[in-house]
């Protein structure tokens, strides 16, 4: 352990990260120095200049949120946990980025879906019986969903997060649940209509 490094609890890492000053500076020198080498084992393969940029908005984060620290978990701890969220979303980001929801649900669809559930060790008999139910989940999703929840709900059956779905929708998490809401609503309806339940 590096003696010349100060020993900080919670309540001092706060107190030093609040006020301007030199004992801001230290703090804040040491708090990213902690973040480098902490997201540098999960996340070091991305580079350096990926790290830096994460470290430098999770510090942003962590300022904004000093007041929120609870104190149930080491200062640090919490502090790595806002890190290591912030290098996932930005992960995240960066794979969907540059994927509209039309273009994520045009290569999903429920065609590629029914590829990988239909079971292929199944019995004829199981086989057309799935075949048949993914026809008529495809004649809904085509029917039954306005084209932004069929481009939302798609988007999701590929993975895209959920932040990402509300970004691309230029809408809020709340009226991206309840799209989606809404979407699985009259998909239920749906199948119920043509004999398929629980």
């Given at each position: 352990m590096n003696s010349s490094l100060p020993v900080r609890d919670a309540e001092t890492w706060r107190r030093e990260l609040s006020n301007p000053g030199p004992s801001q500076d230290q703090a804040l020198n040491e708090l990213r120095r902690l973040l480098l080498a902490g997201l540098s084992g999960g996340f070091g393969r991305h580079g350096n200049a990926f790290l830096e940029d994460i470290v430098q908005e999770a510090i942003v984060k962590i300022l904004k949120h000093l007041n929120d620290f609870s104190g149930k978990s080491r200062f640090t701890t919490w502090a790595m946990s806002i890190?290591?969220?912030?290098?996932?979303?930005?992960?995240?980001?960066?794979?969907?980025?540059?994927?509209?929801?039309?273009?994520?649900a045009e290569e999903t669809g429920v065609d590629a879906a029914a590829r990988d559930v239909v079971d292929p060790g199944a019995d004829p008999a199981q086989q057309t019986a799935e075949q048949n139910l993914f026809a008529v989940l495809h004649h809904l999703i085509?029917?039954?969903?306005?084209?932004?929840?069929?481009?939302?709900?798609?988007?999701?059956?590929?993975?895209?997060?959920?932040?990402e779905i509300a970004a691309?929708?230029?809408?809020?998490?709340?009226?991206t649940y309840k799209l989606l809401h809404d979407a699985r609503k009259r998909l239920k309806a749906g199948l119920e209509s043509h004999s398929y339940t629980r």
């Open positions: 890190a290591v969220r912030t290098a996932l979303s930005e992960l995240r980001h960066k794979r969907w980025g540059q994927i509209s929801l039309e273009q994520c085509q029917t039954v969903l306005t084209p932004k929840q069929r481009v939302a709900i798609l988007s999701e059956v590929a993975g895209m997060p959920m932040e691309k929708l230029e809408s809020n998490l709340n009226a």
